[in-house]
């Protein structure tokens, strides 16, 4: 009998184990539990969350950290959303990092599991793994922390190990690696000459609250001298600390400038490096409180210290795919992807006793392989979170929350295909990935560039028809603007191949004027930057040097005239396609300085740098209006839009975005959505119509509520919800010559719904958008899928 046997006093049996309850464990628990999976989802703390819990409340970013559009969607994006609506969040002044201890999101998250029918068991500690002949994990044994008893949990079919430590995972004779690998190794340029034991370094949170009266501070006997923590190894963040931190209006901030363990054992040594941090804590503290800051520290206290380390590195498990810095900066596709990450390498590295926040580059988005998701000797063993099979530099990347969020949706996915097909994980990759690539896409996952199969999708069969949409060519004239500099117009879509483009221009002499159109693209190579170039032009980079020229058209505008000039290009450009997930990839047509020429702004486009009344007013148009400076080489944007007409034009917000298989953007453009005409009154309709009747008790509707920021998330920003969505909606279909409603909804909060209700059958189906959550803005679209649930 094994020598836990006699000691087990609870018995339980699943056909998934999760291992860990941080956001890539908690998403994959939800989604195995929704497909129907016995799910159990073990978590040693008293809480939920991981790092982003309330123990540590680490904010919840990834991908959305530097790419407009990025935000990775699916069930952290639903949970975010419910979140904030219900005000799930620590309310801290804006501007402050996101950081958040709210118990209430943790109910959100609970509520959430407990809807998937999973089964959540706190403070219990997976302590060892049984395994049959093959080396399956068959069963976990458990220790119940709480009523100091042990656990047996049986599994039919498969572990997700997303504790980010991988104990059970490395007792079970998991392949892993720790540490940073040798330049050699994978031929990463950032990587040492030779293989080191450094990890990242482990942090403590801590939050200050502004009072209305002087506290003192005294520190505990033995507290060390304040040692900075530095960023990107500059020395301006070590001589400078601090400097103004506390001279702004927020009254309560989170500090999380501890740093400690690089060069330890980050498992065997928790405890201790939670000793050195909190160490370190009180002494950022007195130098806050008593030293160079201590006026404007005066009134403020030391509220609440996190009761855990928020730990970045251990142990990564290995796959069939190990993810490298090249694949990241090179913006990597596999065939097998089923998530993405954008954040930046973002590397803590040991500085003495303290760290460096050293960001290697910051990546385009990148995909991640299903291959590097699985055990590679483990037969049934799935990865999740920073566990994922990674090099130390790509998981300095790969690890960021929000993107294990949808890491572990994905798995969750794969784990329930396991059961269904009773197959091992590496067997879903071989035969059953478009069915995995595809449920994930169908339950609000992204992969990269990649669209719904119209597979089992009555949708696309149909035509489509709208009240009003956007159009990019429906442009009126406004304001002229004399070319007193070179001008230009920035695109984030356009044709693959141009046929001509058209100006609205005016020549106010009598004689005609000469004129060349310049076009170029921008350059993307290399297509990663670095934290400098990126702190100075984002993703829009404005300098000479970040584009190529295409062409030089030269133009004779008639004198007098005043109108639309067609400039047709001599021959066909081939421009090729846009990276639509890459927002730094732009078309630039420039016009040369005339003063006796004048460029009109279009009259309804939308001032993109105004956001008074909306997050998302820029997002409505696809090109903006630059000017060249006299004395520098580069381009500066004036805020306006420009008249531009393509030939052919991209798509903006056609009624048939909504079924051309993309359910959100993954940049400014395309927008991959149906935009109804701005200005237009609400209600607002969209019409499918087929040539013969259809039969449907499915369907799935996909609004907007992308933002270019993330901090103009509503959980980030302090709203709880953007204007732009969808509040109400009706769905309708037609019969017996007149309209019945089939689906109405009073108050959405959600980007992604799912109805499913008794059988229609018509050959229209109408959905009505009644409300936006925001007065004044347009429709917002971005999928309808209309089905028909298979019966068993």
Same mark, same amino acid.
């Given at each position: ?478 304001? /002229?603007?004399? $070319?007193?500099?070179? @001008?230009? !117009?920035?695109?984030?879509?356009? +044709?693959? &191949? =141009?046929? #001509? ?37 984002? /993703?829009?980079? $404005?300098?000479?040097? @970040?584009? !190529?020229?295409?062409?030089?058209? +030269?133009? &004779? =505008?008639? #004198? ?40 009109? $702004? ?191």
């Amino acid at each position: 009998m094994p020598p836990d046997e006699p000691r087990i006093k609870r018995h339980h049996t699943c056909d998934i184990l999760v291992i860990g309850a941080g956001v890539s464990g908690y998403c994959a628990a939800i989604q195995a539990g929704r497909m129907g999976c016995r799910t159990i989802l073990v978590e040693k703390d008293a809480v939920l969350g991981g790092n982003a819990g309330p123990d540590v409340g680490v904010g919840i970013t990834g991908a959305d950290r530097y790419n407009p559009y990025g935000t990775e969607t699916g069930i952290i994006h639903e949970i975010h959303e419910e979140a904030a609506w219900v005000r799930g969040f620590t309310q801290v002044s804006r501007g402050s990092m996101p950081y958040n201890i709210s118990r209430r999101f943790e109910a959100v998250v609970q509520t959430k599991l407990e809807q998937a029918d999973v089964q959540i068991l706190k403070r219990h500690y997976a302590r060892r793994p049984i395994l049959d002949s093959s080396g399956r994990i068959t069963g976990v044994i458990v220790e119940d922390l709480a009523s100091f008893q042990t656990v047996r949990i049986d599994i039919a079919h498969v572990v997700i190990e997303a504790s980010g430590d991988g104990e059970i995972g490395v007792l079970a004779g998991a392949d892993f690696d720790v540490g940073s690998e040798a330049r050699s190794e994978f031929g990463e340029r950032s990587a040492p000459e030779a293989r080191t034991n450094t990890v990242q370094g482990t942090s403590l949170v801590a939050i200050a609250q502004r009072t209305d009266h002087e506290v003192i501070f005294i520190p505990p006997p033995e507290t060390p001298p304040f040692a900075p923590r530095v960023w990107h190894s500059r020395l301006s963040s070590f001589i400078h600390h601090h400097d103004g931190w506390l001279n702004d209006e927020q009254d309560i901030k989170f500090l999380y400038v501890t740093e400690a363990g690089g060069s330890m054992d980050t498992i065997r040594e928790d405890g201790a490096i939670y000793e050195l941090l909190l160490k370190q804590l009180w002494a950022e503290w007195h130098h806050i409180k008593n030293g160079p800051h201590s006026e404007a520290a005066r009134n403020w206290d030391l509220l609440w210290v996190s009761p855990k380390a928020g730990k970045r590195e251990s142990r990564r498990l290995l796959g069939d795919v190990i993810i490298t810095q090249t694949d990241l900066e090179s913006g990597r596709r596999f065939p097998d992807d089923i998530a993405y990450g954008g954040h930046d390498l973002d590397d803590h590295q040991p500085l003495g006793g303290t760290g460096n926040i050293f960001g290697h580059s910051i990546p385009p988005m990148y995909g991640i392989p299903y291959r590097a998701c699985y055990s590679r000797n483990v037969p049934n063993l799935l990865l999740a979170g920073r566990l994922i099979s990674a090099t130390h530099l790509a998981h300095s990347s790969t690890r960021l929350m929000r993107t294990g969020g949808a890491i572990g949706q994905a798995v969750g996915i794969a784990a329930a295909l396991c059961c269904r097909h009773k197959c091992s994980p590496r067997t879903i990759h071989t035969d059953h990935l478009e069915e995995l690539q595809q449920q994930l896409m169908a339950a609000d996952g992204t992969i990269l560039s990649r669209g719904l199969s119209p597979a089992d999708d009555l949708a696309p069969s149909a035509s489509v028809t709208s009240s009003s949409e956007l159009r990019f060519n429906d442009q009126s004239p406004g304001l /002229r603007v004399p $070319l007193i500099a070179q @001008a230009g !117009a920035v695109l984030w879509d356009w +044709p693959p &191949t =141009l046929e #001509a483009i058209e100006l609205y221009l005016e020549n106010r002499t009598g004689a005609p004027q000469p004129l060349h159109i310049t076009i170029y693209r921008s350059r993307r190579e290399p297509k990663w930057t670095t934290v400098d170039v990126y702190d100075r032009h984002q /993703r829009d980079d $404005l300098r000479d040097s @970040a584009f !190529a020229q295409i062409t030089e058209i +030269p133009v &004779t =505008l008639p #004198a007098g005239h005043r109108g639309w000039v067609h400039i047709a290009m001599p021959t066909p450009l081939d421009i090729g396609a846009r990276d639509p997930s890459a927002d730094d990839d732009r078309l630039l047509v420039a016009i040369n300085e005339n003063q006796a020429v004048q460029w009109a $702004l279009a009259e309804q486009g939308t001032n993109p740098a105004d956001s008074s009344t909306s997050n998302s007013r820029s997002d409505l148009v696809l090109a903006r209006m630059v000017e060249h400076s006299h004395h520098l080489p580069e381009w500066q944007p004036t805020c306006t839009v420009p008249t531009l007409r393509l030939v052919p034009p991209p798509r903006l917000g056609e009624a048939g975005n909504v079924i051309n298989g993309f359910h959100r953007r993954f940049s400014h453009g395309p927008t991959n959505m149906w935009i109804s005409a701005p200005g237009a009154p609400l209600p607002q309709r969209l019409t499918l119509t087929w040539p013969t009747p259809q039969t449907f008790d499915e369907v799935h509707l996909t609004f907007d509520n992308l933002t270019a920021l993330r901090q103009e998330n509503p959980w980030e920003s302090g709203e709880r919800v953007l204007p732009c969505l969808v509040k109400a909606y009706r769905l309708e279909v037609w019969r017996d010559d007149t309209w019945h409603t089939w689906v109405e909804e009073e108050c959405n909060i959600h980007r992604f719904r799912r109805h499913r209700l008794s059988p229609a059958t018509t050959t229209q189906l109408r959905l009505q958008v009644l409300a936006t959550h925001g007065e004044g803005e347009s429709a917002r679209v971005y999928q309808i899928r209309v089905l028909q649930r298979k019966t068993k």
